[in-house]
Structure formats: C-alpha cells, structure tokens
C-alpha cells in the first residue's frame, strides 16, 4: 500500500503553484452535462474525485474527452439514463450533483448514495426538501439509491435549515431549468457555490445573489455550451500556508484568490506569521515562534472546516493553550489520537479540541484518517524531528494533486513509497 515517507525539520522555502478547486469542480462536471452542447471545462485539477465523478458521468453516456492533464471536453447530448449506481461512485460526496443535474434535465434521478471522508453524520435532507419543493414529490432514499422524479419543475421558496454548500449547489441545478423563479434563503456563500452558480450563467442560466445567503434562479428554457476556467482551490492553498507556519518556513502560493483566504490569512497574523498579497500571490513567512489563539470553524467567510485540522496541528506547535472547535461537521477529530503519538498535547472534549503547545514534534507511523486530516498530518510529520511515515494516503490524493511533488518543490523531504525496501532506500537517501 501507497504510503508516505518523510524526514521532517526542514523550513518549507519558496514558490508553489495552486491548481483549481476541487469542491468547485465537482458541482460544474455535473453541471457540464446539462446541455447537449459540448463545454470546455479549464484548471480542472487532476485529483482522484474528480476523476470518479468523471467516471460516473460516462457511465451515463456522456463524452469526456482530455485536452490536457487539467482541460476538458463534455458533452452530455447522448446520456442514454439517468440512473448511476456504479459502486465506485460511493467513493465521493458529491455524487449527489448528479441529482441536481439530471433531475434538472430530464425530470428524473436514480444515483447510488454518496460516501465522501466519514467525518460526520453528513445527512441530505436539506437536499431533499429542495427536490420535493420543486416538484420532484417523491425524492427520497430508497434502496441505497438517493432518488428524485418530477412530472415537471416550478420555481420555488426554499429555506435552509442549516447553511449547506451542497444542498446550494444540488438546489442551483435542480432549478437552473424549472419554470419560473426559485428563491433559495440561507444559501452557502462559499466561493465554490460562486464559481458553479458563474458557470451556469455562462451556460445561459440566469441566477442572481450567489455569494449572499439568498440566491434567486429564473428557470430558462435550456442550456448552451461555454468554455470555462475553474477557481483556484481554497483548502489546498490553505494548506500550503499553513505548511509554511509548521515548519517556520517562507512560502509563496500563486494562482489564488486572496480574498477567498482571508479567514486562513487572519488566523496566521493571528498565530504571528508575516502575510504578503498581491493581486494573485500570499506570501506567508514564519520566522517567530507561533502564538496561541481560538477558532471556531464557520461556513464562509468564516474559518473552512477544512482547514481545521491544519490549524490545530499549527496550535499544537504554539506556546500557551489554543482552543479549535469545530462547528459544521461533529467527527472531525478523529485524527487527534495521530497527532499525540507524535507527541501533541491535544485534549478533544465534545466538538472542542483544548491544545498545550509543545515545542515540537517527533517522527512517527500515523494513519490518514480522512483527507484534510491527513494532509495536517503531513505538515505535522515535515514539521517533526526525526522519520515518519503516514498511511492511507488514498485520501489525500482524493483532493490534492501532486500533494508530495509540490512539497518537494519546496524543499521538503518526502516520497511516496511502496514496501520497506523503499523506505528503508528513502532512509538512506536523506540520512
Ligand atoms: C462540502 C465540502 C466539504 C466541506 C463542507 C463544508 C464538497 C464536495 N464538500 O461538503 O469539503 O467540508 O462543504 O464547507 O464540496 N447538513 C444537513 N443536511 C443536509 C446538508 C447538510 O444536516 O441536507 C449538515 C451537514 O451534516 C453538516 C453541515 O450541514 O453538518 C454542512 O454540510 P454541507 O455544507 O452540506 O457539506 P457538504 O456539501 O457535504
């Protein structure tokens, strides 16, 4: 099994280059299938995610093809059904946008229930009150299969119980095509809700307020081809910052969007890193020792529960007591026990986790128990004295491309190996 081997204490120095966002691509791949025209998708970043959702949505018929490692073609004019049940397709969260979509297109879904990282009860109920708002009376589950008819769609007023980025998304493209207005209230803000609301727009929707918590779809008749590029990833350039931070380093991550950041960037001020924007450009230098602070994880603008774990390995490094909590999701803290085997002094006491700074890390064998807990426990094993190796790296690879390539880029001393003998010869290598 794939793990990662990695000889931590080095300062991470110099330049990384973010590609597209993850979370944002997923909902415009399944929006990219709603017309029969063929859309150019661009800055699709080449992740394990996204290569399942590609997956799922030729099993369906439609026509993907590769221009280039992060450029695609769709076109979705020969879908021939709209039932998805590979299990490969369990693999993802956001399998469920292929309800949105097809259902939005054709009045009808059948798509085999999502998995995703378990780092919570994770329910869709928001989704499917949507759904049935819309029309589609019997959306529901029903044998491991999310399900959603509708003899045809009207607009609606939809209140959201709770801010879910993926019932705003699966809701933009359940409506994008029903007749009339639907009004979404307490929609998710986060930049990925934006890109895939800009998206439908240049596919002819005509969706107003995306990026307020009240978004307002005027159904169109149909769809057209677009050519497209996608945002820069938040969470991984999130992670590139904070690797900065852990390892008292001097990293500049281009090809963002500073304002989608400025939660991450207050928290390192916070933490007494150094912050340099530009137009497309942080630049986060960490040359004193890191300082207690709080947070508490909220959707946007606030601080991305996807950050969470980076931040609370950067706290374990920080003189004095941190406090993370984490609001949105209630088992996020699973890797917590990772991290104490590396010597952390991390208490989790209900959806809180209290945080003795110690004064450094000490290599160990830690297990990747979701993907973003398990790129923090990488930046804790660079961070760390001495060899580590970290498990179960298929996760990581779930949402970050190339994660050890570009780390390596920065002067970071990790591989990714296979068997003993390859870590017994990455030993060897770097002493
Ligand atoms: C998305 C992101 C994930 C991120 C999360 C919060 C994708 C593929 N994943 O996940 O990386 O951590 O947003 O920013 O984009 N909830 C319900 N009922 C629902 C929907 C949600 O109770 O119908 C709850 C969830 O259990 C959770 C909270 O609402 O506690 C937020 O979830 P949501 O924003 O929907 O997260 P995802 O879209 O699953």
Known sequence: MEQYAI??????????????????????????????????????PDVRDINVMIQAMQSIGAIVTRVDRHTIKVNGGNINTQIVEGDYIKKIRASYYLVGALLGKYNSAEVKLPGGCNIGTRAIDQHLKGFKALGARDAGIDGGMIVAHAANLKGAHIYLDMVSVGATINLLLASVMAEGMTIIENAAKEPHVVDVANFLNCMGANIKGAGTDVIRVRGVQSLHGTEYAIIPDQIEAGTFMFAAAVTKGDVTVKNVIPKHLESISAKLLELGCEIEESDDAIRVVASKPLEHTHVKTLPYPGFPTDMQPQITVALGLAEGTSIVTESIFENRFKYVDELSRMGANVKVEGSSAIIEGVKGYSGASITAPDLRAGAALVLAALSAEGFSTVDDIKYIERGYEDFEIKLRGLGAMIEKVENDRDIQKFKLRVG
């Not at 300062?11 to 025209?37: P, Q, R, Y």
């Open 7 to 44: 000889k931590g204490g080095s300062a991470l120095v110099g330049e990384v280059e973010i590609g597209g966002a993850k979370n944002a691509a997923l909902g415009i791949l399944a929006a990219s299938i709603m017309t029969n025209d063929t859309v150019l998708i661009e800055n699709l």
